[in-house]
């Protein structure tokens, strides 16, 4: 399925592949515009499950700018979930699978049993406020069942700066997850949980992985 402009979701919306099929449905970009192939707006609230996310360049076209992401400045918190989908072939290192904007903020983000490989960006990108005022881009990632496979970057990128005591997020869950040839280059890690302030990462599988840094890096920063 051709996709020329993303897909702007401004209400409760569900996408979710017919049951019963072989294989996932996959989505292209051949817009003429740099774009994510989802976009969730402002009054956006996202389900998405049984679908495939191909980042490869077609001839002539704009490379597409990430999987599932968020309009800039947004006014409302939004919630995404994401079941059963693969992302692969975003192959620049500033192409994310699922991530959220600056001046975005999630109450909830829920990502299982799904698929990561083939990347030179970050799978999931949780790390674009960096004034260190306290302020971060979602308050609780649950990530289960996925598998992250040949990842250049991390396989997760969270981060909150500074202190607001009225806050007590980010909230990061990692269960039953397998990474494997992720994010092996110097000072790599394949979680980057910085200023996270309650993490639960059990039952996963670190293969080959983080083999320049850390498999999980978990800092606090003041």
């Known amino acids: 399925y051709w996709i020329n402009a993303t897909v702007a979701v401004d209400k409760y919306l569900r996408i979710q592949a017919a049951p019963g099929l072989n294989n996932r449905p996959v989505l292209r970009f051949n817009g003429s515009k740099r774009a994510a192939f989802v976009t969730i707006m402002n009054g956006g609230k996202l389900e998405i499950s049984g679908i495939a996310f191909n980042g490869e360049v077609q001839e002539g076209k704009a490379q597409t700018g990430g999987g599932i992401s968020t309009q800039q400045e947004m006014i409302t918190p939004y919630l995404l ?32 049993n799904s698929y990561f490989h083939d990347m030179s960006g970050e799978g999931i990108n949780y790390a674009s406020e960096k004034d260190d005022k306290g302020i971060y881009s979602v308050e609780r990632l649950v990530v289960e069942n ?72 978990f800092n606090e920063i003041r």
């Open 81 to 112: 979930m994401v079941e059963n989908c693969e992302f692969y072939h975003f192959n620049e290192s500033n192409l994310m699978a699922i991530s959220g904007l600056k001046s975005t903020f999630s109450s909830e983000v829920f990502i299982r």
């Open 146 to 217: 996925c598998r992250f496979y040949r990842l250049l970057n991390s396989a997760l990128n969270i981060y909150r700066g500074g202190n607001d005591e009225s806050t007590s997020g980010p909230g990061v869950t990692v269960k039953n997850c397998m990474f494997e040839y992720v994010d092996n280059k110097e000072q790599g890690s394949v979680m980057r949980l910085i200023g996270v302030q309650q993490a639960d990462i059990s039952h996963c599988t670190f293969v080959n992985s983080g083999q320049g840094d850390a498999s999980s890096r």
